[in-house]
């Protein structure tokens, strides 16, 4: 079993940055590739960033590549995701997940949710 607990989330204004934390607990945190979703509201769940194990290989989602960053700290159980250059439409609430496959960019790959963050972009 594995415990996702996001922060980081909060009110920011279009252009500004926030970085989001995911805290996990449980079995070994190097043993899952990790990911971030976001859903906003009355919108489907969709796939914003992923990252493998060992943290070589990173997949973005189009609409944040080149703006967002995911990283990980296997020595702190902790993965990141640095988000720059906010806008409206990234308003959301954000979800860690983890899985066993190489990288996560689907939630049918997903075997462990946290229960998200709210991040709201003004205009």
């Known amino acids: 079993q594995v415990q996702l607990v996001e922060s980081g989330g909060g009110l920011v204004q279009a252009g500004d940055s926030l970085r989001l934390s995911c805290a996990a607990s449980?079995?070994?945190?190097?043993?899952?590739?990790m990911a971030w979703f976001r859903q906003a509201p009355g919108k489907e769940r969709e796939f914003v960033a992923t990252?493998?194990?060992?943290?070589?290989?990173?997949v973005y989602a189009d609409s944040v590549k080149g703006r967002f960053t995911i990283s990980r700290d296997n020595a702190k159980n902790t993965v990141y995701l640095q988000m720059n250059s906010l806008k409206p439409e990234d308003t959301a609430v954000y979800f860690c997940?983890?899985?066993?496959?190489?990288?996560?960019?689907?939630?049918?790959?997903?075997?462990?949710w946290g229960r998200g963050t709210l991040v709201t972009v003004s205009s």
């Open positions: 997940a983890a899985g066993r496959t190489f990288t996560i960019t689907w939630y049918a790959n997903v075997e462990y």
């Open positions: 449980g079995r070994a945190f190097s043993s899952y590739a």
């Open positions: 990252i493998s194990r060992s943290g070589n290989t990173t």
